[in-house]
T-cell receptor, first 109, second 113 residues
């Protein structure tokens, strides 16, 4: 059974700092997705990673995928308050995506 | 505008009273699915559909039914809701299951008392 583990589950950062969210999964997959959810809102797609070594960047966020280690990371550079949200990774598996529990990120001034 | 539309957004109901949450997408996606979101558990898949008249169970299908009579619509039916089905529900669609990013509806917050 595919398990997807994110850590940390809660992250409080100061503006300007860097940090990394980790997403580990238990079985082979070469499709990894990152989503963002603002409080009370729906999920919005951030990154689609489709191969080993894939790296995508958008603003202060950078996502990478290591399929051999079954690990994806979401790196935050010089955090700003607007990045406060919950971030989910999801792993493509058979006919669906299996989601991690989410990382609730709070960026403080 | 490409979107997934769920209705209602909020619903309070009583135990045992049948209800339907509608979901419609305008992107001609073949794949649609339903998730429930509970604190600390992420999103768990309830049912999915690969195409019209093709549906299958996800991880937590008990107490739910779905149908896919048209490509654009994928309603979620609770025949006899119970308090443990109180949750936030999301409908999603994509070109192809796990092969493409999913587009999510705005969510339906359901409370069963």
């Amino acid at each position: 059974e595919l398990k997807v583990e994110q850590n940390p589950l809660f992250l409080s950062m100061q503006e300007g700092k860097n940090y990394t969210i980790y997403c580990n999964y238990s079985t082979t997959s070469d499709r990894l997705y990152w989503y963002r959810q603002d409080p009370g809102k729906s999920l919005e797609s951030l990154f689609v990673l489709l191969s080993n070594g894939a790296v995508k960047q958008e603003g202060r966020l950078m996502a990478s995928l290591d399929t051999k280690a079954r690990l994806s990371t979401l790196h935050i550079t010089a955090a700003v308050h607007d990045l406060s949200a919950t971030y989910f990774c999801a792993v493509g598996h058979n006919n669906d995506m299996r989601f991690g529990a989410g990382t609730r990120l709070t960026v403080k001034p | 505008e490409a979107q997934v539309t769920q209705n209602p957004r909020y619903l309070i109901t009583v135990t045992g009273k049948k209800l339907t949450v509608t979901c419609s997408q305008n992107m001609n996606h073949e794949y649609m699915s339903w998730y429930r979101q509970d604190p600390g558990l992420g999103l768990r898949q309830i049912y999915y559909s690969m195409n019209v008249e093709v549906t299958d169970k996800g991880d937590v299908p008990e107490g739910y039914k779905v149908s896919r009579k048209e490509k654009r619509n994928f309603p979620l039916i609770l025949e006899s809701p119970s308090p443990n089905q109180t949750s936030l529900y999301f409908c999603a669609s994509s070109f192809s299951g796990s092969m493409a990013e999913a587009f999510f509806g705005q969510g339906t917050r359901l409370t069963v008392v």
